[in-house]
């Protein structure tokens, strides 16, 4: 099993001073333990995220040259990545799963990357063979020197990654694609643009991203900081949630799936791989009904894979966790009541 100090083929591990581990307060500085990914780390022992790379868009309206036909594009996801798990939550409320296929890589990624193989709830590569996903990186891009990440949205006809940054992948699929129902739901209600952005964006800096800020972190103060404001956001979203059913209401939007993504796993893994460990979901009465609340939406349970999830998370970063020894816990069960229907216009459902 890998187990090097760094996980990135050919890249130097960067060694930022890191502060003494007995608190907050006054630091003397010491070497660093390796970051995660020595590249997105700050001097100040901050993980800092690379961008996305690939930003074409499938459009109806035929501005780009990706027309939004079936069986044209393909999507790569790994089930224990939150991103990733995102796109395929809202390819399935749109109900795109004949339009668009996915295919799901090995939860437990090496320093090769993503890899295609047959497993428990992953498989190879059906469409283009790939044995990695890299490779469908290098296709795209020879160039491409950042890490493959999923999700990954592949064009079948030109053979290259459209776009790889789920934000796109979500509005795209939410909009550009003719829904396979009648009654798929509005991800992003024009009404709401401006509030849904707001909300968006802070709940991924302060939360999806915010727990691998403290996860990835390589000092103190960086570690403290980036859990310290995770708590913080939770604490509003509890409130927030407090008389309504959903973020905005009585309609779940993208903005609730980005949340879930992140819930979902809390427990799991960011409470003890990445010592956001304050709370737990659980100690949050309206937080934890809305997780069993979306968790219980027809279909999404099939999206989530506690397996892929703890899997990925305790074995694949080595810096954090170098055993790679999986926890038997925790006990959960989102299919329990979620007792947060009284709260929708039409009351019990
Ligand atoms: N596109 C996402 C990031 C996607 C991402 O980081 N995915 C992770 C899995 S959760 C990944 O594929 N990592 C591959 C690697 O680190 O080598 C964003 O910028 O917010």
Redesign the pocket.
Known sequence: MFRAAC??VGRPTRVAPVACRTGGGAHTPVMATGA??PEENSGEGEFE????AFRDWVRADGSTPYPPAAGRYHLYV?L?????HRTLIVRHLKRLESAIGATVVDPV?DER??AFRDGPGHSRDPVNGFSF?SEAYRASDPRFRG?????VLWDKQTQRIVN????DVCRMFNSEFPAGGRDTPDLFPAALAQPQAELSALI?EQV??GV?RAGFATTQAAYEAGARQVFATLDLLEARLADRRFLFGDHMVETDWRLFCTLVRFDSVYHGHFKCNVRRIVDYPNLQGYLRDLYQTPRIADTVNFDHIKR?YYI?HPEINPTQIVPVGPALDLSLPHGRARLSAGGES
């Open positions: 996980n990135l995660q990914f995220r690379q961008e996305d790994s224990a990545c939150p991103w990733a990624r990357g993503w996903l890490r493959w990440t999923v999700p790889n940054s789920e934000d991924y999806n991203n691998y990925h694949t």
